[in-house]
């Protein structure tokens, strides 16, 4: 009877452990996957596995269980969503260390705590039916102590991990959407260097168990009641690793963090220089207008000297030269505000030379809040990215109007391809297009500033980016 109820007590206790793993792989995953309806399936898997080789008839090794129990979790993210397979991996690898690590260390401290306690209780002058009480419930306190600060400590590193990859160590988290650091952007190589802790965790492990069950079978005793000393450092050495893993990720991060900084001064060089083209075209129009001011008395004068003389004719054709020189100082599309001005003419005079049909239809919302730095920004990364997607002989339409308090920028452009739009609703660039990706999400940014957002969908051979500004 009394190993009956020892082996329901570990039933619970082993249970127990495989169900908190589960709910802290699954915490894992939401935070990096956010908060989908099958999240929950991650750690279901993870617990369903490791229940059901708990009870087969036959004996199944502790790392062939925790690996087969992973690997299953590991489909049910595939099966969520097939994006992110390098996070998905990493997240998959990182959890079998972390939980090996932090069930492994609590173990070792509980056990120390454990062996204490009945070794008072063996050496207490009482009688042998109040040991075995004893001895029982502080059976049972050891597996509740366990599970207990197994779960705090999970808990605590599951969250490290999601604080540490996102930059939040200092109570300043990074949106890494908005930033540039989603998780489909970790490349293999970063997703190698990232694995090295954990990696290393798992090979120590299955070395670990394997020692020890030789260890046993020969000798009939477990190593760390052998060698006590032994037990202590592998148990730092355990804490070592763990922190390895944190300071990876944390290096990780810091690097990204500078990726963003350097792309976000070569997007700004670009705006600058933007910018730089259009103060130009200003100060061409202003020395040609300045020109025209100071020439119309002589305009004038040879005007009157053609008509005094009769010269109709002459004076026609001389009047009609003078219309076709003030033409040329002005612009063809007229927005109400002469930043947007330089830089829908500016667009327009691009897509004529590229062969490109461009029409505009865009009024500049005057007396609000919007900054039209920021109009200008989003409107250069729009357009330049229809052009360059139209393509000869394709075309570029640029819309805008308001209605209330809301703004809509439209910029369609042709495109027969396939469009693919990314979970942050922007499209997926790599390669050289790096800056180009970026600057779509700068216009993001830059709509979510004024409490709006930007949509980029395709239709039937076009593809159309809507901005949403609120004006006040």
């Given at each position: 009877?009394?190993?009956?109820?020892?082996?329901?007590?570990?039933?619970?206790?082993?249970?127990?452990?495989?169900?908190?793993?589960?709910?802290?792989?699954?915490?894992?995953?939401?935070?990096?996957?956010?908060?989908?309806?099958?999240?929950?399936?991650?750690?279901?898997?993870?617990?369903?596995?490791?229940?059901?080789?708990?009870?087969?008839?036959?004996?199944?090794?502790?790392?062939?269980?925790?690996?087969?129990?992973?690997?299953?979790?590991?489909?049910?993210?595939?099966?969520?969503?097939?994006?992110?397979?390098?996070?998905?991996?990493?997240?998959?690898?990182?959890f079998f260390s972390i939980r090996w690590f932090t069930v492994s260390i609590v173990n070792d401290i509980v056990r120390v705590l454990s062996d204490f306690v009945v070794g008072q209780i063996c050496?207490?002058?009482?009688?042998?039916?109040?040991?075995?009480?004893?001895?029982?419930?502080?059976?049972?306190?050891?597996?509740?102590?366990?599970?207990?600060?197994?779960?705090?400590?999970?808990?605590?590193?599951?969250?490290?991990?999601?604080?540490?990859?996102?930059?939040?160590?200092?109570?300043?988290?990074?949106?890494?959407?908005?930033?540039?650091?989603?998780?489909?952007?970790?490349?293999?190589?970063?997703?190698?260097?990232?694995?090295?802790?954990?990696?290393?965790?798992?090979?120590?492990?299955?070395?670990?168990?394997?020692?020890?069950?030789?260890?046993?079978?020969?000798?009939?005793?477990?190593?760390?009641?052998?060698?006590?000393?032994?037990?202590?450092?592998?148990?730092?050495?355990?804490?070592?690793?763990?922190?390895?893993?944190?300071?990876?990720?944390?290096?990780?991060?810091?690097?990204?963090?500078?990726?963003?900084?350097?792309?976000?001064?070569?997007?700004?060089?670009?705006?600058?220089?933007?910018?730089?083209?259009?103060?130009?075209?200003?100060?061409?129009?202003?020395?040609?207008?300045?020109?025209?001011?100071?020439?119309?008395?002589?305009?004038?004068?040879?005007?009157?000297?053609?008509?005094?003389?009769?010269?109709?004719?002459?004076?026609?054709?001389?009047?009609?030269?003078?219309?076709?020189?003030?033409?040329?100082?002005?612009?063809?599309?007229?927005?109400?505000?002469?930043?947007?001005?330089?830089?829908?003419?500016?667009?327009?005079?691009?897509?004529?030379?590229?062969?490109?049909?461009?029409?505009?239809?865009?009024?500049?919302?005057?007396?609000?809040?919007?900054?039209?730095?920021?109009?200008?920004?989003?409107?250069?990364?729009?357009?330049?990215?229809?052009?360059?997607?139209?393509?000869?002989?394709?075309?570029?339409?640029?819309?805008?109007?308001?209605?209330g308090n809301a703004y809509l920028i439209e910029i369609a452009n042709s495109f027969e391809g396939e469009l693919l739009i990314g979970e942050n609703g922007l499209p997926v660039t790599g390669g050289?297009?790096?800056?180009?990706?970026?600057?779509?999400?700068?216009?993001?940014?830059?709509?979510?500033?004024?409490?709006?957002?930007?949509?980029?969908?395709?239709?039937?051979?076009?593809?159309?980016?809507?901005?949403?500004?609120?004006?006040?």
């Amino acid at each position: 009877m009394s190993e009956t109820y020892y082996q329901v007590v570990s039933d619970i206790y082993c249970m127990t452990l495989q169900m908190i793993t589960g709910v802290g792989f699954s915490a894992l995953y939401r935070t990096f996957f956010g908060k989908a309806p099958k999240t929950w399936l991650v750690g279901g898997a993870y617990f369903a596995v490791t229940a059901v080789l708990y009870y087969v008839p036959f004996l199944v090794d502790n790392f062939t269980v925790y690996s087969a129990a992973i690997f299953a979790a590991f489909l049910v993210m595939l099966v969520c969503g097939r994006d992110g397979l390098r996070m998905k991996i990493f997240l998959a690898a990182t959890f079998f260390s972390i939980r090996w690590f932090t069930v492994s260390i609590v173990n070792d401290i509980v056990r120390v705590l454990s062996d204490f306690v009945v070794g008072q209780i063996c050496e207490a002058d009482i009688s042998d039916g109040e040991k075995y009480r004893m001895l029982f419930v502080s059976f049972c306190w050891h597996d509740v102590l366990e599970c207990a600060v197994f779960g705090l400590v999970l808990w605590g590193s599951v969250r490290a991990v999601g604080r540490a990859f996102s930059g939040d160590l200092k109570g300043k988290r990074i949106d890494n959407c908005n930033e540039g650091i989603h998780e489909k952007d970790m490349q293999t190589a970063e997703l190698c260097v990232l694995l090295i802790p954990s990696v290393l965790g798992i090979v120590c492990y299955k070395i670990y168990r394997m020692y020890d069950d030789i260890f046993s079978e020969q000798t009939g005793r477990y190593v760390q009641d052998v060698y006590p000393a032994l037990s202590v450092w592998w148990t730092i050495g355990k804490m070592i690793l763990l922190g390895a893993i944190f300071c990876m990720i944390v290096l990780y991060q810091k690097l990204k963090e500078k990726q963003v900084q350097e792309r976000k001064a070569l997007l700004l060089a670009g705006q600058i220089q933007d910018m730089q083209a259009h103060i130009a075209e200003v100060e061409r129009l202003y020395t040609e207008i300045r020109g025209v001011k100071h020439d119309v008395r002589s305009h004038v004068g040879v005007l009157a000297g053609l008509l005094d003389r009769g010269a109709d004719k002459e004076a026609g054709q001389y009047l009609k030269q003078w219309q076709e020189t003030v033409a040329a100082l002005d612009y063809s599309i007229q927005t109400g505000n002469p930043v947007t001005d330089v830089i829908l003419n500016e667009k327009a005079a691009e897509a004529a030379a590229g062969k490109i049909r461009f029409g505009a239809e865009f009024h500049y919302p005057s007396g609000t809040k919007l900054n039209v730095f920021d109009v200008s920004i989003l409107l250069n990364n729009a357009i330049d990215n229809a052009l360059r997607a139209a393509g000869e002989g394709g075309f570029v339409r640029v819309r805008a109007k308001r209605s209330g308090n809301a703004y809509l920028i439209e910029i369609a452009n042709s495109f027969e391809g396939e469009l693919l739009i990314g979970e942050n609703g922007l499209p997926v660039t790599g390669g050289d297009s790096e800056r180009h990706g970026f600057g779509t999400q700068n216009m993001k940014l830059i709509a979510q500033k004024y409490f709006g957002d930007i949509e980029i969908e395709q239709r039937e051979g076009e593809v159309v980016v809507t901005a949403l500004l609120m004006c006040e």
